[in-house]
């Protein structure tokens, strides 16, 4: 590939991933410590605001060391808590290294794997093959898929060839660590839990603050 042609694709696979995760406004820069409570939990003694700061710091430091050698990620906490944000501000970082980022929703990437099932044809596996190959996988609301054998199947495909080829992944997800045990295999359970960084997002939905703030 000469020159200019890596340079239109590097510059047309950054306009890609803008559109989808809407980067721009969302940037370590822009994050707001301040949308979290610093009121300690009454079961762990830590504030959100505190606990936040420390996932704000280590996803920080992950985007700008991110390598061969990093790991995987799972954001875990409810809806509206910055999980999305953090990721696109990874993506944007890492992306900006020359590493090959995609962002799917599990509802998107199991799609994926279905259309090559049962249209095996070159562009299907192509995007199976986008999946698998990337530096890095932004695999986004893992639990808001209908939970079938064969969408387990797929997940496990996904997550334990991206192991096996040592790519990274960030997944995220609403559901505690006894909802993924009840709804995934022990398979994709293990995998989640032995090899994924546990990041727990705490606090309340930024959404509903910012609406009773008066922003749109």
Not at 22 to 38: H, P, Q
Not at 100 to 127: I, M
């Amino acid at each position: 590939m000469c020159d200019c042609l890596r340079a239109l694709y590097e510059k047309q696979r950054a306009r890609s991933l803008s559109a989808l995760l809407k980067l721009g406004s969302e940037s370590f820069d822009t994050f707001d410590l301040t949308y979290y409570s610093d009121v300690p939990d009454p079961n762990t003694g830590i504030s959100p605001r505190e606990q936040m700061k420390l996932v704000y710091d280590f996803c920080l430091d992950y985007a700008g060391h991110f390598g061969k050698s990093s790991i995987n990620l799972l954001f875990r906490g409810g809806t509206g808590l910055g999980k999305t944000f953090l990721s696109a501000c990874i993506a944007r970082v890492v992306s900006d290294k020359g590493f090959s980022v995609v962002y799917e929703t599990v509802v998107d990437a199991l799609a994926v794997f279905e259309t090559q099932k049962f249209r095996p044809d070159d562009a299907a596996g192509d995007d199976t093959e986008r999946l698998l190959g990337c530096d890095l996988l932004i695999l986004d609301d893992l639990g808001t898929e209908m939970v079938t054998e064969f969408t387990k199947s797929a997940l496990y495909t996904l997550i334990n060839t991206r192991l096996i080829r040592r790519k990274k992944t960030i997944v995220s997800t609403n559901l505690d660590w006894a909802s993924l045990r009840a709804v995934y295999t022990p398979q994709i359970s293990s995998r989640l839990e032995g090899e994924y960084q546990d990041l727990p997002f705490t606090g309340r939905d930024i959404r509903l603050i910012r609406k009773e703030r008066g922003f749109s």
